[in-house]
């Protein structure tokens, strides 16, 4: 497995990466990559590590799973490749910042702008076999991807969480409520988001008013 991230996190996660559990997650990974068609690509696998330094981290976001569509993940939650086709949830996502804070709708559905600036787009799985959801879940990604958000809880202060959604939501009980700042909805997908659960959120607009209180700069969504 191709490990790619930037080296602010590398106190954070080289632990984890010497633990059986995740030997044994990495000899999956690698056997599913030569036997399947796989998402992301190898390299793409840690990019919400590698776009967004330790050092910089304001914002966590929570997905679940990466796009299984061919040419679409790009290893950032709800995040798809320059010049591909919105899919549903990142498209209400979009409309939701329209909204609340009067960004015009974007062109490109990369999200890579959002982690350069201290946004980790962290999907709860980190790989996925194409055409298949869920199908690398409950192989070791998840107990990795708790002890990031727990890790990052006790190394960091004042980080926004943003919590999605059923499955988002049990994350928060990793999370030092006294010390982090938690906002829960429902999840952007049509589904939910039709349920009237997702649009009204101003998660944007409360995230960047929670990072000024505390003198840091906004994200520019």
Request: with cysteine; proline share 5%.
């Amino acid at each position: 497995m191709q490990v790619k991230i930037n080296d602010s996190w590398k106190n954070i996660l080289q632990p984890e990466f010497e633990k059986p559990y995740f030997e044994n997650l990495a000899s999956f990974v690698k056997n599913e990559y030569a036997k399947h068609t796989c998402y992301p690509k190898g390299s793409a696998i840690f990019a919400a590590f590698d776009f967004c330094a330790l050092d910089d981290l304001k914002v966590v976001i929570i997905g679940q799973d990466p796009y299984h569509g061919q040419g679409q993940a790009n290893g950032l939650c709800f995040s798809v490749h320059d010049g591909m086709a919105h899919p549903p949830s990142l498209i209400n996502i979009f409309k939701e910042i329209e909204t609340d804070i009067g960004i015009p709708y974007p062109e490109s559905g990369d999200l890579s702008r959002w982690a350069k600036q201290g946004v980790l787009l962290l999907n709860a799985t980190l790989t996925v076999r194409a055409g298949e959801a869920g199908s690398h879940q409950k192989q070791g990604w998840e107990q990795f991807t708790d002890a990031v958000i727990q890790k990052i809880s006790l190394e960091k202060d004042n980080v926004v969480f943003l919590l999605w959604g059923g499955f988002a939501k049990q994350k928060a009980k990793l999370i030092d409520k006294s010390k982090h700042h938690i906002l829960t909805s429902g999840h952007p997908s049509p589904l939910s988001a039709n349920r009237g659960y997702w649009f009204g959120n101003k998660h944007f607009s409360k995230t960047n008013s929670f990072l000024q209180s505390i003198g840091e700069t906004t994200i520019q969504w």
